[in-house]
């Protein structure tokens, strides 16, 4: 048995013992005969002397602490015309050493390669495709190449080729099937020109017209059949080879053939060819459309940015604006990079980010937005993320990263594809060889006919194209919608999820605490407190410790320096403050702290009952006062509550509050499920109990301490008005602080996969119903024989139909529409 030798790079060493612990762990798999670690260059190398032996390394060195170092690449893919195709150049791919996993997508002709670093370079990989027929190369800076200029011009020169087909078919079409149709005018023909000069003018335009425009389909039909990997072009050629050979032999050698049978099918061959260049012509136009929506995104890009430096303003390139730069914008311009306003006043159309038209105001200390628009005013802003650190590019990227996805329906496609040409093969030699048995006279001619039909109506480029280009096209339109799905699986997720749980703070409501009662304890003065208060939050972020601080500013309290700051994540904060010890926290803080809360504790409790939250605050460990803060809750929360009803969804929330709290405002929205004061996580325990008893979960959310919830969702949506961890860690981003596109993203989801099923069911649906019908199926019933030129036909337009299908998404409209506005 041949040993593998694998290289890779490692993560997490630092010392010798580090190196030994990592090369034990890889040496107690079964089937490694060798296991090295280089702690200098963080390298490892292992011989071993099976392939499954390589995921064992893998998971027993993440195990102890040592993870193989993967990386990422996407590359470029051409040469692919159906599913076989891509099958193989994945296949090809995977092959490599040190490829994890292979991802193409059709549609968009572009390949996801994860790999571990230093057993191979992206290079490489690029090359197995290459080797295998299908070029690759790594695009330049990482950025995936954008198809619809390449389709552009893919499509301009199919359209020649069809045009030089269609010239060279014409002639050959009407001599043969116009003799049939018009009895008049094939006798003209006999009388004037003659069958055997008929046939050898068919043959010579027969003959240029396979040699050129249809030359693709043997230039690559050929070689795949010879390497035992058939795919979409190997069927045209063998189709359309066999007609043309049978005529030539008609032809030329009518002799050899039994008697009767010396029949031409040149026509069929040339109309075949043409029908299926048209289909190709019309697929690469419509293909060029799925990626409208990232063309679009590119396009708010401006090329020209109004740089202010050494005291002079000029007009760079965008690539030359440098962090830290002062731009000057001007009326109707748009933003060229993100950054925070300097100085003057003007109101910024935000909606390509938030989808909500109402154009934002923007003063000094505000941030902007690259692709949005100025309005009237003029501002001064400086450079803080130029490039592909804007959130332009990271949109764009995200969108990339969707588009590119595989869905779990997906796999069912791929095992169908995997066997579909060998399979139709077999069927079109079962067809000639039945047909040779039992068919009526000439047998050889039928035979003949219905294997090149059954060839020919084999579609696996509708197959291929039916879930990649409902992805590209859906989630491109979800992101014009404010809804990025940065994991395109999430689209099928999301679908499936029966339940959706949200958080509360800013999540369901604005995030904007205040500050609205105050009760104190005998012997404490509310402002003294409110001082305590503020110095221990001033170093939290949370919504509530700023409605705090902000209550404490607005009364022009002092705030001081907090020292021993301790943060009991769900629970509260203490530190001291001038000598005293000052905890402030939930009840669950006092009561860990042996505080009594004594007579505050009713009122707490009716500060709950109305939905507000209540704090407490301690003094050297004396209840000090309790503080009511209230959130108000984003108008369109209950609308979208109700809307996930009709969608027939489970609402549940999720929160750290108080149960009373929590209730108060899960009835006054509708919600259905509450579960309250959890840390985080206990939510992931709550979701987990919601997955047990109703179904598959989402979760909704915005803060740091929502990461683990989001992650541990079947499908995490995070608010974009939220923190960047809770951003990572989910699979859809809100890019609006508006629950409604909660709803929005749920249709979207259904949209998609209702889609993909017409896409699938036209495609499968097809071919089980039309290569009987070619094969004969129906002849010994009375029924029609499929001509070779309509199965063609046929072909041709199935790919068109599933591409046509899927540019329906791109009218899709916000399922979510509110009455009211945050704020009116």
Known sequence: MTAHVLNFQLDGLSCAGCVNRAQKAMAAVDGVQEASVNLADTSARVTFKEDAARDSVIAALKSAGYPAREATVTLDVGGMTCAGCVRRAEIAMAAGAGVLSAEINFASESATVRFLEGAITANQIAALSTRAGYPARV????????????????????????????????????????????????????????????????????????????????????????????????????????????????????????????????????????????????????????????????????????????????????????????????????????????????????????????????TAGDAVIAGTVNGAGVLRYEAEQVGRDTMLAQIIDMVRQAQGAKLPIQNLVDRITAVFVPVVMAIAAATFVVWMLVGPEPRLGHALVAAVAVLIIACPCAMGLATPTSIMVGTGRAAQLGVLFRKGDALQGLRDCDVVAFDKTGTLTMGKPSVTDVVLADGFDDDAVLALVASVEAQSEHPLARAMVAEAAARGLDVVACADLEVRVGHGLIGTVDGAQVAVGAARLMMALEVPLGGLEARAVAFAEVGKTPIYVAVDGQLAAVIAVSDAVKSTSEEAIKALHNMGKTVALISGDTERTARALARELGVDHVVAEVLPDGKVLALEELRATVGKAAFVGDGINDAPALAAADVGIAIGTGTDVAIEAADVVLMAGDVGGVVTAFDLSRRVMRNIKENLFWAFGYNVALIPVAAGILVPFGGPALSPMLGAGAMALSSVFVLTNALRLRRIQPAFQSSKKEGA
Not at 142 to 163: F, M, Q, T, W, Y
Not at 205 to 219: M, N, V
Not at 281 to 286: D, K, S, V
């Open 139 to 362: 695009p330049e800076d990482g950025v995936p190449e954008d198809i619809s200029d390449r389709k552009e011009e893919e499509a301009k020169a199919a359209k020649r080729r069809v045009l030089l087909a269609a010239v060279l078919a014409f002639p050959v079409f009407c001599i043969e099937m116009g003799g049939h149709m018009v009895p008049a005018f094939h006798h003209w023909l006999m009388t004037n020109v003659g069958m055997q000069n008929s046939y050898l003018f068919q043959f010579v335009l027969t003959s240029i017209l396979l040699i050129g425009p249809g030359r693709e389909f043997y230039a690559k039909g050929i070689p795949a059949l010879l390497k035992g990997a058939p795919e979409m072009n190997s069927l045209v050629a063998l189709g359309t080879g066999a007609a043309y050979l049978f005529s030539v032999v008609s032809t030329f050698a009518p002799g050899l053939l039994p008697a009767g049978t010396a029949n031409v099918y040149f026509e069929a061959a040339a109309v075949i060819v043409v029908l299926i260049l048209a289909g190709r012509w019309m697929e690469a136009r419509a293909k060029g459309r799925t990626g409208a929506a990232i063309q679009a995104l590119v396009g708010l890009q401006p090329r020209m940015a109004q740089v202010e430096r050494k005291g002079a303003v000029s007009e760079l390139p965008i690539e030359e604006v440098a962090v830290g730069d002062v731009l000057h914008l001007r009326p109707g311009e748009r933003v060229a990079v993100d950054g925070r306003v300097l100085d003057g006043s003007s109101f910024v159309d935000e909606a390509m980010i938030s989808g909500e038209p109402v154009p934002v105001e923007k």
